[in-house]
């Protein structure tokens, strides 16, 4: 014969014992495979993005895909970028979505009233949303920033007392990692303005400064030889896109003349380029005898003449030479002027 107790040990040892926790935990493993294979499958898209190519001809013509698609190396590149921040946050707010999922099915599975809960929990997103309108801010301008694609992993940018290289985008901050290696976290929301120095093509400035004597029609020919020579080596032809030019005379300064080269790159290579050219020219000017100058202080003496000299000297600066040598022979002879003291 059954007892009560019994059928009440054996509804809690199947309802409590088993039934919930192994419930629990199979809601728990349903969310990590769909949270795997959502993650796998992001990954997949990016990386199917990052391989894609742009076609090398559009109607026929190599010069119209140059025009539509910019440089070949440097769109790749660009969409490269723009898909692995796509994917870092997609995999966050999956991420976010599952597990939100998961809380409110398994306060379901314990017993609690998630209809009451949810809406509870929308009031309380409300009242939420009004109290903490910075945080809506950020994520309404991290959406914008990705719409917009103003940034994204690999970009170098300058967001005022910020810069460096983006590390991480999400919807409320992004990471960057200064040249220092400090690592700055900036929120969407705060940024008013944002320089990228890596978005479709840069520009490597290189101004010399050479002496007021030197000819600048000559100083031209020869940074213009120089880039042009650079461009055109199997290393760097890939990171030069056009011919390189000398603007000519930038500005008239104090102790030089500074002309300004400037050469097109693809993003990020700049930098690289310019200090490339810049020791070029300094080995090229050093051979031509073209002088690069520096500041240099000169130093007058005014020479008197024999008959200022000769003059006598006023009374002030007859007694201060008396003073002076009355302490001159005190520290040769102390012990003379301490007797006759």
Not at 216 to 231: F, G, N
Request: net charge negative; charged share 25%; no cysteine.
């Amino acid at each position: 014969m059954i007892t009560a107790a019994d059928r009440f040990t054996a509804d809690w040892w199947h309802d409590v014992l088993l039934d919930v926790p192994l419930r629990i935990v199979a809601l728990l493993v349903v969310a990590f495979v769909v949270r795997y294979l959502l993650h796998k499958l992001i990954n997949r898209l990016v990386a199917r993005t990052v391989d894609r190519r742009p076609p090398q001809e559009v109607l026929g013509s190599t010069h119209a895909a140059r025009i539509v698609f910019g440089s070949t190396g440097a769109y790749s590149e660009r969409r490269s970028l723009r898909a692995e921040t796509m994917g870092s946050v997609f995999r966050s707010s999956v991420t976010v979505l599952i597990g939100v999922i998961v809380v409110v099915m398994i306060l379901d599975i314990l017993g609690y009233s998630v209809g009451p809960l949810l809406a509870s929990a929308g009031i309380a997103g409300v009242a939420l949303g009004f109290g903490a309108q910075n945080l809506v801010k950020d994520f309404l301008a991290g959406a914008a920033m990705l719409l917009e694609d103003q940034y994204g992993i690999g970009d170098v940018v300058d967001m005022g007392e910020a810069s460096g290289v983006v590390e991480a985008v999400s919807l409320r901050v992004t990471r960057l990692r200064a040249i220092d290696g400090t690592v700055w976290y900036v929120r969407n929301g705060e940024v008013m303005r944002l320089g990228n120095s890596s978005q479709d093509w840069a520009r490597a400035v290189v101004d010399v400064g050479v002496a007021y004597e030197s000819d600048t029609a000559r100083v031209r020919r020869l940074l213009e030889e120089i880039a042009v020579e650079m461009a055109g080596e199997e290393v760097w032809a890939d990171l030069v896109l056009e011919e390189p030019e000398v603007w000519g005379v930038e500005q008239l300064a104090a102790d030089s003349i500074v002309i300004r080269l400037v050469v097109k790159t693809r993003p990020l290579e700049q930098w690289k380029v310019a200090r490339e050219l810049r020791e070029r020219i300094k080995r090229r000017f050093d051979a031509e005898g073209v002088e690069i100058p520096f500041p240099q202080r000169a130093l007058w003496i005014k020479q008197e003449s024999p008959d200022s000299a000769a003059a006598p000297k006023p009374p002030a600066e007859q007694s201060e030479d008396t003073a002076d040598e009355q302490v001159r022979k005190a520290l040769r002879n102390p012990g003379k002027e301490a007797g006759g003291a």
